[in-house]
């Protein structure tokens, strides 16, 4: 089993749209936990951390099941400028006692006209 | 003022060369990363330094061998290239992994193509 896994998508979805991508990882005592956002050809950057409680920052909602070990991001209204890859990102401790980012494979979004 | 810089952002080179890739961070962090993209564009850490200490060495062939001459500087030398090679690498630093938090942040990636 991956340690991070996504539904790789595509999504197509039309403008204003609402999608959701949903996240499971395997390690439980994974600490931290992140959607990050890659542009094709560019680097990943964050798009938001994910809180125990659940977070939102404007139009983007992320959750975290702890017990059920997955994580969730939610675009409502969604804008053509939406249209990249978000990558699932998990803070695991590694076998040499210090934590490193786990990346899932990704879920291409793309927003139609 | 770009806070994660490596180079070059290109790098065409043959078979059986050797060629590094170079990485600084203005940010004051403590840990920097290599990872590598390949053609399924999935993001795989390579290695891991720790206030110019290696930590995580995520079994790789040791043609390639990282170098930090300081805790704002991760280096990256390949010998012998392989066509297998070819990916894009991505440096990226964070503060305080050893607590679980933090964002990592990324370099702009260089595109390696062997031939």
């Known amino acids: 089993r991956k340690e991070v896994e996504q539904d790789p998508g595509p999504f197509n979805v039309p403008e204003g749209a609402t999608v959701a991508f949903n996240c499971t990882y395997s390690?439980?005592?994974?600490?931290?936990f992140f959607w990050y956002r890659q542009d094709c050809r560019k680097e990943p950057k964050l798009l938001m951390s994910v809180y125990s409680s659940g977070n939102e920052d404007g139009r983007f909602t992320a959750q975290l099941n702890r017990a059920s070990q997955y994580i969730s991001l939610l675009i409502r209204d969604s804008k053509l400028s939406d249209s990249a890859t978000y990558l699932c990102v998990v803070n695991i401790l590694s076998t040499s006692g210090t934590y490193k980012y786990i990346f899932g494979t990704g879920t291409r979004l793309k927003v139609l006209a | 003022d770009t806070a994660v810089s490596q180079t070059p952002k290109y790098l065409v080179t043959q078979m059986g060369n050797d060629k590094s890739i170079k990485c600084e961070q203005n940010?004051?962090?403590?840990?920097m990363y290599w990872y590598k993209q390949d053609s399924k564009k999935f993001l795989k850490i390579m290695f891991s330094y720790n206030n110019k200490e290696l930590i995580i060495n995520e079994t790789v062939p040791n043609r390639f061998s990282p170098k930090s001459p300081d805790k704002a500087h991760l280096n990256l030398h390949i010998n012998s290239l392989e066509l297998g090679d070819s990916a894009v690498y991505f440096c990226?630093?964070?503060?305080?992994?050893?607590?679980?938090?933090?964002?990592?942040?990324f370099g702009q990636g260089t595109r390696l193509t062997v031939v």
């Open positions: 940010l004051g962090h403590d840990t």
């Open positions: 990226a630093s964070s503060q305080a992994p050893s607590q679980g938090r933090g964002e990592a942040f």
């Open positions: 390690n439980s005592a994974s600490q931290s």
